[in-house]
C-alpha cells in the first residue's frame, strides 16, 4: 500500500466522526458532507508529516471549514434564527429504522443530538457554535479551538460558557427511555388517527409547542398549548394515508407519506412521559431531497 492510499485509509476511519462535527454545526446533510470533503482536498494539499495527530487536525479543519460557511450564511443573512412568531428552519433529520442498526448513523447522532437540540445550536452565533460543539461534544481542547476563532483561549472558553447556558436554558433534559418514548409516540399516533382529542391531551404537556418548517412555498407555522396542538394533530392526520414510526435523530418520531411521497417528518421531545414539543419538517423541496439521500420506505 502506497502512501496516498494509506492516507485515504486514514481518512476514511475519521469521516463518520467528521460527518457528526459538520452535521453539529451546521444542521444540513449535503452542507456536513461538502465541508468534510472540503477537509479531504485540504488533506491532499498538507504535508502530513508535520501533523501529530491526524484525528484532531481534521477535527479542527472541519470546524473551521464549517465557520466559514455559517459566516457566509449570515453575510447573505440566511442564518437560520429564530423569526419573530417563533417559527425556525428546522434542520435535517436523520432518519433510520426502529430495528436496523447503522454505525455511521449512530455516530452522526450521538449523545442525543436530538433535533430540539439542533433548533438551539441554530440560534447561536457562529464562533459560540463552533466552541460549544468542538469542546462540549468532542473534547477539542481551548487551546486547539482558540487559533481557528483567531481569539484567546480564555475567550474561546467564555464563548462555550455563554453558549452552554442558552443550551441548558432552551433544550433542558429529555427522556431518555426509548421504550418509553415509543410508547408515548404510539399513543399519539393512535390518537390521533382515532380523533381522539381528550387522548391527545393526555400525552400532550398543557405547555407544549409544536413548530413546523414548510419551507419557501409553505411558511413555518407556531403552534403553542394542548388543545390548539391537539386540535391541528387530528386535521393534519386525516391528510395522512400513512405514518410510520421511525427513529428520527435516535428518538422515536414519525413520517407521514400521501400518494407514496413523503408528506411529514415529525419530532417529539418528550420529558417526564409527556410530549412538550413537536417539531415538524413539511418543506416538500427538503423531503424530496431527504428521501433521495436516506431511507424513508422502512
Known sequence: MDGAELLAGRFEAERAGLRAVAYRMLGS?????????EAWFRLGRTDVGEVKNLGGWLTTVVGRICLDML???????????????????????????????DPEQEVLVADSVGIALMIVLETLSPAERLAF???????????????????????TRQLASRARRRVRGAAPAADTDLSRKRDVVDAFLAAARGGDFE???????????????????LPGVL????????SQAITFARFAAEAR???????????SFAGGRPLSVMSFTI????????????DPTRLAALAGAQTFDL
Open 71 to 101: 459566516r457566509s450564511r449570515a453575510s447573505r443573512r440566511e442564518e437560520p434564527l429564530p423569526e419573530q412568531d417563533g417559527t425556525v428552519r428546522l434542520p435535517d433529520p436523520v432518519i433510520t429504522p426502529l430495528t436496523t442498526v
Open 245 to 255: 414510526l421511525v427513529l428520527v435523530n435516535g428518538s422515536p418520531g414519525v413520517v
Open 223 to 230: 403552534r403553542r398549548g394542548a388543545s390548539d396542538v391537539a
Open 133 to 155: 460543539v468542538l469542546h462540549d461534544m468532542f473534547d477539542v481542547p481551548f487551546d486547539d479551538i482558540a487559533p481557528v476563532l483567531g481569539r484567546t483561549t480564555v475567550s
Open 29 to 37: 446533510l449535503a452542507e456536513a458532507e461538502d465541508a468534510v470533503q
Open 199 to 217: 387522548a391527545l391531551l393526555a400525552v400532550l404537556d398543557p405547555a407544549v409547542v409544536a413548530r413546523s418548517d414548510g419551507g419557501a412555498l
Open 271 to 282: 420529558r417526564e412521559g409527556r410530549i412538550t414539543a413537536l417539531d415538524i419538517l413539511t
